[in-house]
């Protein structure tokens, strides 16, 4: 039997090549409308966070499913394996990342999980790769609320990389707002503004997949008062992959000898 670490490592390279295919689209498309989108140096940077994210994915996946299996073996009702079950066990998970996604813009130290994915100054598909080592661990407590409520754990593994390969294309600088779909669906228009560092855009537009969760809990904008510019604001971009993932840690830390244990959790 092939190992969790195996299958996670082969799925993500897999992935990871389409996502290199669309980028050369993209950026192609870019340069016939005779705009730079991607410069060499931040792609390979986001690719090298990509690299490091494949792997601390790999060596979680078994212990990450293990938990949920055990969890979900103690859940009252199970739900059944039938079709209506797994269109709203899509729409649970997506909204289980909805609600992860905007903890960790709240929360400091899942913050310093994220950040990286924010660090960029330029938006295009190579934003995909830019993920942070310990990322995984962030959407992890809310999944296990999935379990309790009765997902099975292969309908979770199945629908799970299914609603994340639903995220690539919101990276896209290409095309926009989708027009009547934008309503529903997380256009790149709508993710492209939650990756502004404009504090005009800040807080908004946590959806994966679907939109709607922003418009139903008031986080939604279109973002068109102010263009935005991409990055964190008032910070230095780093492009070593690895300076990427401990610089928001080393930041907590020095907050956390400034202020106390607290500065974990309360901003």
Known sequence: MISPFWITLATSTGLGFVVLGLLAWEVRVARRRGRTIATSRW????????????????????????????VASHAPVVWPMVWWAWILGFLAIDLAEYV??????AVPIMWAMHA??????????????RLGV?????????????????VPPAMFAILLPLQAAG???????????LGGFGLVLNAPAWHRVHHS???????????????VWDRLFGTFTDGSNVAPRWGID???????????????????????RRTGISALWRS
């Open 167 to 177: 995220m690539v294309w919101t990276h896209s600088r290409f095309p926009g707002t």
């Open 197 to 211: 560092a404009e504090l005009a855009h800040r807080d908004r537009n946590f959806g994966a997949v679907f939109i």
């Open 100 to 105: 992860s996604h905007r903890v960790s813009h």
């Open 134 to 150: 310990l990322g995984p661990l962030t959407g992890f407590p809310f999944h296990l609320g999935l379990a309790i409520v009765g």
């Open 43 to 70: 792609t390979w940077s986001n690719v090298g966070c990509g690299a490091l994210r494949t792997l601390s994915i790999a060596l979680l996946q078994g212990t990450l499913v293990g938990v949920y299996m055990l």
């Open 234 to 256: 008032g910070e230095v971009a780093p492009r070593n992959p690895l300076e990427a993932n401990m610089g928001p840690f080393r930041e907590l830390a020095a907050r956390v």
């Open 116 to 129: 990286v994915h924010h660090q960029s100054p330029e938006y295009n598909l190579s934003l995909n790769f």
